[in-house]
């Protein structure tokens, strides 16, 4: 080595090294995050009988196939303060309770059921335990009990967001 040359520095003062390392540090630093939120925000997995669940859609179609052959179509009210439900039904079938659906699109856990009871021709009455907000779905269908042990004969759906000042008008959907 001769006097002329230049002194090269020591490996960890260069750049290049750190940039590789940083390179590294990031890619991992990303993947620790990602598993850290898909385990922590985990939806679940595919369901062993996803092949049966994809069949049920042709009954849920025939049930809004049956409604629409009723003329069946439903009125909705929820009352944003006392939480009352009154649901008005036009057609031509009065079952003696209602099964009422509303379903939160992004999670299950916030899914809620209620049983509307007959009071007089064509309306019937529930009461939800809390308010509803934002968006959901909502399915109305004959009480499952009522059908001697069989499925429900007919679907009337609809979407909506609460609160909500209006009615709501539920319909076979197809």
Do not use: C
């Not at 369901?47 to 409604?67: F, H, S, T």
């Not at 003329?71 to 036009?90: C, F, N, P, Q, S």
């Amino acid at each position: 080595m001769s006097l002329s040359d230049p002194q090269v520095p020591p490996w960890y003062k260069q750049f290049w090294p750190w940039f590789l390392i940083a390179l590294l540090m990031s890619s991992v630093t990303f993947s620790m995050v990602y598993l850290a939120f898909s385990i922590r925000y985990f939806d679940g997995s595919v369901p062993d009988d996803y092949y049966k669940e994809g069949l049920a859609i042709n009954v849920q179609l025939e049930k809004q196939q049956r409604a629409e052959a009723l003329g069946l179509a439903a009125e909705l009210r929820i009352d944003a303060t006392t939480g009352d439900v009154v649901v008005t039904l036009d057609g031509d079938e009065r079952p003696e309770r209602l099964d009422l659906a509303l379903k939160f699109p992004t999670d299950g856990a916030r899914d809620r059921a209620l049983v509307l009871t007959h009071t007089r021709e064509g309306h019937y009455v529930g009461t939800l335990e809390r308010n509803l907000r934002y968006r959901w779905y909502l399915q109305l269908q004959p009480h499952a009990q009522d059908a001697s042990g069989q499925q429900p004969e007919w679907r009337l759906t609809g979407e909506a967001e609460f609160p909500r000042e209006t009615s709501l008008r539920l319909t076979p959907g197809l």
